[in-house]
């Protein structure tokens, strides 16, 4: 079946940059998330990608999506201390639209 | 205004007791998750209900029933709790079935 597969740990020092990779294994995917989780928050929206793009860049983040490979990284310029966080990757895949969820990756910022 | 708001934020209960606990999303989404959330934090979809009618049921003990009265709320309710439901469960909301969702700030349960 479907799958997305993320590290599960992330550590960067402040002011350096963070990138965290993702794979997912449905070739047919239209959609690709980051999201973002807060200690003790929900989960919140970062960013997504159509599978027809290869980029995009918002402020200090950037998506780069490599569709023959399958792999998604999320690339957060200057890492401050507000980025520790929880970061999952998410797909869209099939007619059905189902949503697969990567396991998180945990990013550690250290001052 | 929280777009996506559930109650209560805490529930710490004994086993074998029912509870519930309510979502409500006021951003006129047609498609509304509850999401479980273990000690690991691994995020795992239980239900999904677009416009009251459940389109998406995986794998979850029939102790847990979703009820959706209308499109802006979908309740959980768990009868017979067990130490294994500890967790933290988001509801979430999206204006189609599995675009871009909005959570809620989840519901820590603790089963005692």
């Known amino acids: 079946g479907e799958d997305v597969e993320q590290s599960l740990f992330l550590s960067v020092r402040e002011g350096d940059s963070s990138v965290i990779n993702c794979t997912y294994t449905?070739?047919?995917?239209?959609?690709l998330y980051w999201y973002k989780q807060e200690p003790g928050a929900g989960l919140q929206l970062l960013t997504y990608?159509?599978?027809n793009m290869d980029m995009k860049q918002d402020q200090r983040l950037t998506v780069l999506l490599n569709k023959k490979d399958k792999h998604l990284s999320l690339r957060i310029a200057d890492t401050q201390t507000g980025d520790s966080a929880i970061y999952f990757c998410?797909?869209?895949?099939?007619?059905?639209?189902?949503?697969?969820w990567g396991l998180g990756t945990s990013l550690a910022v250290n001052p | 205004d929280t777009a996506v708001s559930q109650t209560p934020k805490y529930l710490v209960t004994q086993m074998g007791n029912d509870k519930s606990i309510k979502c409500e999303q006021n951003?006129?989404?047609?498609?509304m998750y509850w999401y479980k959330q273990d000690s690991k934090k691994f995020l795992k979809i239980m239900f999904s209900y677009n416009n009251k009618e459940l389109i998406i049921n995986e794998t979850v003990p029939n102790r847990f029933s979703p009820k959706s009265p209308d499109k802006a709320h979908l309740n959980l309710h768990i009868n017979s709790l067990e130490l294994g439901d500890s967790a933290v469960y988001f509801c979430a909301s999206s204006p189609i079935l599995n675009t871009e969702a909005f959570f809620g700030q989840g519901t820590r349960l603790t089963v005692v």
């Open positions: 990608i159509f599978s």
């Open positions: 998410a797909e869209s895949s099939g007619n059905n639209r189902k949503l697969i």
């Open positions: 449905d070739s047919s995917s239209t959609y």
């Open positions: 951003l006129g989404h047609d498609t």
